[in-house]
């Protein structure tokens, strides 16, 4: 399939992790476009994203380990307004967007741009790893199962569910219905539960996606392990 993907990574200090995130989304799509939109970081998170950048008066022997990407800093960040910026700088039609502290362990190209022709979007299943051991899925992650489910709806939050830390998108859909700029955090729920009451709307729960996602003591979505 030749249909192209745009990668969007939002970054705020991740120099531990981005670096394992683009490697595996390059080993698993070639040559995507990257986007990275960084929250001011104050560490190696952008020298480290330049080691995977395509130099275009250089050929390299290992091609899979370099590609296009375009790098935005942002004042007054928040989720929202970060993906907003980045879908409108996107070249291609296809938009996954990835956490920097995930890496994406299975990505099916031709079942998955297939589905998001019928979808609004996929997310995919997520697997915790505190320091580098799988958890157990309680509380959050009691959402990513084994089994793949259309219109999601958590038990545990209440409401229709999707994370952007594996989400896919059309360009389309997202020029069309924004992310809302003025939340701190959860714009994904928030706009597919918009999304809901919209006539025709349907998403997919696809654990055929897939993405490691590591423990940083930043992230607000660890409440505990076991």
């Known amino acids: ?25 390059l080993d698993n799509i070639f040559k995507p ?60 039609q296809n938009i996954l967007i990835i956490s920097a502290h995930c890496e994406l362990t299975n990505f099916k190209i031709n079942k998955h741009l297939k589905d998001l022709r019928k979808y609004k979007c996929i997310f995919g299943n997520q697997i915790p790893i505190f320091f580098g051991k799988k958890i157990t899925k309680r509380y959050i992650w009691s959402n990513f199962g084994d089994t793949p489910k259309e219109n999601y709806f958590s038990a545990h939050e209440k409401r229709y569910f999707i994370h952007n830390a594996l989400c896919m998108y059309h360009k389309k859909t997202l020029k069309k219905n924004l992310f809302d700029e003025n939340l701190q955090g959860k714009e994904d729920r928030y706009w597919i539960n918009k999304m809901m009451n919209k006539k025709s709307t349907k998403f997919l729960y696809d654990p055929a996606l897939e993405a490691k996602h590591h423990y940083t003591a930043a992230g607000n979505t660890w409440k505990g392990i076991g």
């Open 1 to 25: 399939m030749k249909e192209k993907i745009t990668v969007i990574i939002r970054s705020k200090n991740e120099e531990q992790f981005i670096g394992n995130c683009i490697q595996s989304v």
């Open 33 to 92: 476009e990257i986007i990275i939109v960084d929250n001011n970081s104050n560490d190696r998170t952008l020298e480290v994203v330049r080691y995977f950048m395509q130099d275009p008066f250089l050929k390299s022997k290992n091609e899979k380990n370099y590609t296009d990407i375009k790098v935005f800093r942002i004042n007054d960040y928040t989720p929202g307004k970060a993906l907003n910026l980045a879908v409108k700088n996107a070249s291609n």
